[in-house]
């Protein structure tokens, strides 16, 4: 007995219970983001501003490219909490040059005459959005999200050219004949700049690399609105005061990012061992 009783008086005291955190909250907080990536982009159609210009003028083909240009933004916003958040964002488009060709048609000397007009422009767009997002539930770290956003882009064209030929001839006698051999035209315009309405669709993923870092992978279709040149003028140095428009500029952008949090998220520590002996 007595060395029983002795054994339990060396034995360290009754630990008290030990009791799970209290699960984390819903946290909310400012946070930094910045984002590069390239866009693809697309403009529905070229045409001058001029509509008498079109008077009896058909294009029975019209093909239009950009290249590829890069995208670089920043922002700063607000995660309310786990499933919802907002930031607005500036973002620079780089310039992305333009090639496109037009086949015309137009009534001449009691004839059809045909041309063909082609047009080399580079743009770029300051852009700046409001944007919100829905988070859809974390796995693995992996957070998917979808969001929109609506701004303002200020489009600017420079650079243009249109160079043409086409069959549109005058005989020595003044009269106009669709013969002969194809006669040629240069013009270019000064460089244009026009603020519009924008908008942007989001969808995307991101990874927690740690508990203030986020890499987000994303992809973004933006509207951007029209772009206009500046006037026109052709070979000799004459104006028709004519203006070409670059008609409904969207883009699918590709972009990676990082979001970095500025406020910790809450820190459980778990009680302290005591012992008594």
């Avoid at 104006?239 to 459980?268: A, C, M, Q």
Wanted: with cysteine; charged share 10%; glycine share 12%.
């Amino acid at each position: 007995m007595l060395s029983s009783a002795a054994f339990a008086a060396d034995m360290p005291a009754i630990m008290p219970p030990a009791y799970a955190p209290p699960p984390a909250e819903d946290f909310g907080g400012w946070y930094l983001r910045g984002d590069i990536g390239f866009s693809n982009q697309n403009v529905k159609s070229v045409k001058l501003t001029d509509p008498a210009s079109y008077a009896g003028l058909s294009s029975f083909s019209q093909t239009k490219d950009f290249d590829t240009a890069g995208t670089y933004q920043v922002g700063v916003g607000y995660q309310f909490n786990n499933w919802f958040r907002a930031d607005v964002t500036g973002q620079y488009r780089g310039n992305a040059n333009f090639k496109g060709t037009d086949l015309l048609s137009f009534p001449w000397g009691g004839g059809t005459a045909n041309g063909i007009d082609n047009y080399s422009a580079s743009k770029s767009e300051l852009l700046f959005l409001a944007n919100v997002y829905a988070d859809l539930g974390t796995w693995w770290c992996v957070t998917p999200f979808v969001g929109a956003g609506v701004g303002a882009a200020r489009v600017s064209i420079s650079g243009f050219t249109d160079t043409g030929a086409n069959n549109a001839n005058f005989t020595p006698g003044g009269v106009p004949v669709v013969s002969g051999p194809p006669v040629a035209s240069f013009a270019t315009a000064a460089s244009g700049s026009q603020w519009n309405f924008a908008w942007a669709l989001h969808a995307g993923l991101g990874y927690k690399i740690s508990p203030n870092v986020t890499l987000e992978l994303a992809y973004s279709y933006v509207n951007l609105g029209d772009g206009v040149t500046g006037t026109a003028s052709t070979f000799d140095g004459s104006s028709g005061g004519h203006v070409f428009k670059f008609n409904n500029i969207t883009s699918n952008d590709v972009k990676l990012g990082i979001r970095w949090n500025l406020e910790s998220e809450p820190v459980y520590a778990p009680p302290p061992l005591v012992t008594k002996g």
